[in-house]
């Protein structure tokens, strides 16, 4: 799943697509390189209490998923109403400017002295006041006749000030205008990333902290790609080599040319970061041929290991993996969460689609799916492979060297799946990750620089670098992508899945109720319940907490994988 938060206010409206396709990109967007260390994961926990683990945070994503969704309706909402509100003000300066202009003309042709105005004078003096504009500030010295300016699909009219309107005494723009957003406002015509969002209905506060939450998760996902693509090749190149297969923590054990398997994974490694590293320095974006590959590519990946594992079970590899371990327990917390993560890039999907009305039902569906996905890859991954010879990538541990030509031939190209796909998604990730750092550090800086772009060396050199040097760093000291990914979910990802989207549908409608005294949103999440959203937010901090004072008490073991 890859983000791309960058702080635009709104895009064009993209190319549209129907609810089917809609669902097929959706369910691309969640299922990724978390799914491959569920089995495993599942297995160390217990098939009852990894199933109930699931089917609980599968929800919860569900719930906040809604809550981008109901905050784009309500962001779109707020953009078009500060549109008809400047068009307005734009409207009744240029009137304003016109008749001042005949105002001062007449007052040359009157005759000076006599105490009388002539006829056109008197006139055009009327017709002057008839358009005075009017501030809010200054609701409450005038006259004022909103006739005609409430409906947002009409040509706004001009403020006709007249001596029988009554006087009213405004609080709000919306009170002096009659802006009330309709239902065509809150249609979701212009994509807003999450950074637009935040940018929108966060404080200055709100938006570093939500830029330092993305950014981090941002590099706990480039390391978790930096160490799933290296290891799969030394693994499939060390095995093929010594014509074993390799399934102990022994990473010193003998690869080629005099190189132990973890050297062999260092060599992989730094290729890797200098093939694809330098993307960094450029702008990129996934082209949909590319998109295409990748996709056939993961279909054809997970239907041959469900395939692979229900045969294994059958012709008598079965094992019995425990009911509930709870020391399993926080592992399989961080990689669910990482593993159902498609908030961060919900935009992108949803905006395009044609027919919006039954968005959450669509979603609902796509989420069922993908739950019943996970649990038959985990379950039938849990009973195929003991424990002890389940590797950290579930594609590795259908690569044995000494299979049959087909079945070798199927199992390696499992086990380089993960290269092809994350060799085109880590460039894209590293733009991404480029670009919020760099907004980022323009909201930090803005107070003493402004909005002015960095200087070359720091925008093209520094960001580039500070983005590619601490996954490399991560990836050559840990070579354990299920600790990688379990860590990424539990702290950063949280924060993104869970208390970013939270935080935006509650600024969101604070906001819009505190600025147009009315909140009617077509787009309304079903869990719009305050209850909710605190229920939401009080299971995101003491998960966190939870999982902090686990890590305490029973620290990760960091192992040298095999390679």
């Not at 609701?139 to 000030?161: E, L, M, T």
């Not at 992108?348 to 649990?375: A, H, M």
């Amino acid at each position: 799943s890859n983000s791309s938060d960058h702080l635009i206010m709104a895009d064009p409206k993209p190319n549209t697509y129907s609810a089917p396709f809609a669902f097929i990109y959706t369910f691309n967007l969640i299922v990724g390189v978390g799914a491959l260390t569920l089995p495993k994961a599942v297995n160390e926990a217990g098939l009852i209490l990894g199933t109930v683990l699931l089917v609980s945070l599968c929800i919860i994503s569900y719930i906040t998923a809604t809550y981008v969704v109901e905050t784009m309706a309500a962001a779109n909402a707020y953009y078009k109403m500060e549109e008809r509100k400047k068009k307005f003000e734009t409207e009744v300066s240029a009137n304003l400017t016109d008749n001042k202009k005949l105002q001062l003309r007449t007052e040359a042709l009157s005759s000076p002295g006599d105490g009388r105005s002539s006829p056109l004078n008197s006139s055009i003096n009327e017709q002057t006041i008839g358009y005075l504009p009017i501030k809010p500030s200054q609701a409450s010295s005038y006259c004022i006749d909103v006739s005609g300016v409430h409906n947002p699909n009409s040509k706004v009219k001009d403020v006709n000030i007249t001596e029988t309107t009554p006087l009213i005494s405004a609080t709000s723009d919306s009170d002096v205008l009659h802006l009330v957003p309709t239902d065509d406002d809150y249609e979701i015509d212009k994509k807003f990333e999450l950074g637009s969002m935040a940018s929108l209905f966060f404080p200055t506060f709100g938006i570093v902290i939500y830029y330092i939450i993305v950014c981090l998760y941002l590099f706990g996902d480039l390391a978790i790609y930096a160490v799933a693509a290296p290891t799969s090749v030394a693994k499939v190149v060390c095995d093929l080599v010594t014509n074993s297969n390799n399934n102990t923590d022994n990473s010193s054990e003998h690869c080629f040319g005099g190189l132990t398997r973890l050297e062999a994974y260092y060599i992989f490694l730094g290729i890797f970061i200098a093939c694809i590293g330098p993307f960094t320095f450029f702008n990129m974006t996934k082209t949909k041929i590319l998109q295409l590959i990748t996709t056939v590519m993961r279909y054809v990946a997970f239907i041959s290991m469900i395939t692979l594992a229900i045969i294994r079970i059958a012709n008598g590899h079965r094992s019995l993996p425990p009911m509930a371990t709870f020391s399993g327990l926080p592992s399989l917390f961080g990689i669910s969460i990482y593993s159902f993560m498609c908030q961060h890039s919900l935009p992108g999907i949803v905006t395009p689609i044609r027919q919006k009305k039954g968005i959450y039902g669509l979603l609902g569906d796509d989420f069922i799916v993908v739950l019943l996905f996970y649990l038959v890859l985990s379950i039938t991954g849990a009973i195929a492979f003991e424990k002890s010879e389940m590797q950290q990538l579930y594609t590795l541990d259908f690569f044995n060297p000494r299979d049959s030509i087909p079945k070798l031939v199927v199992g390696t190209y499992l086990a380089l799946f993960p290269v092809f796909t994350l060799s085109a998604s880590f460039p894209i990730i590293t733009v991404t990750l480029r670009e919020n750092l760099k907004s980022l550090g323009k909201t930090i800086l803005k107070k003493w620089r402004g909005d002015k772009d960095f200087p070359f060396i720091i925008d093209r050199i520094l960001f580039p670098l500070l983005v590619l040097t601490p996954p490399t760093i991560i990836a050559y000291s840990i070579q354990q992508d299920d600790l990688l990914v379990s860590v990424t979910g539990s702290f950063p990802g949280v924060g993104v899945q869970y208390l970013i989207p939270t935080a935006l549908v509650f600024m969101a409608r604070y906001t819009l109720k505190k600025k147009f005294r009315t909140y009617e949103n077509k787009y309304k999440s079903p869990f719009s319940n305050i209850i909710i959203i605190g229920l939401v937010l009080l299971w995101t901090f003491v998960s966190v907490i939870l999982i902090i004072i686990n890590m305490s008490i029973t620290p990760p073991k960091q192992v040298k994988h095999p390679i």
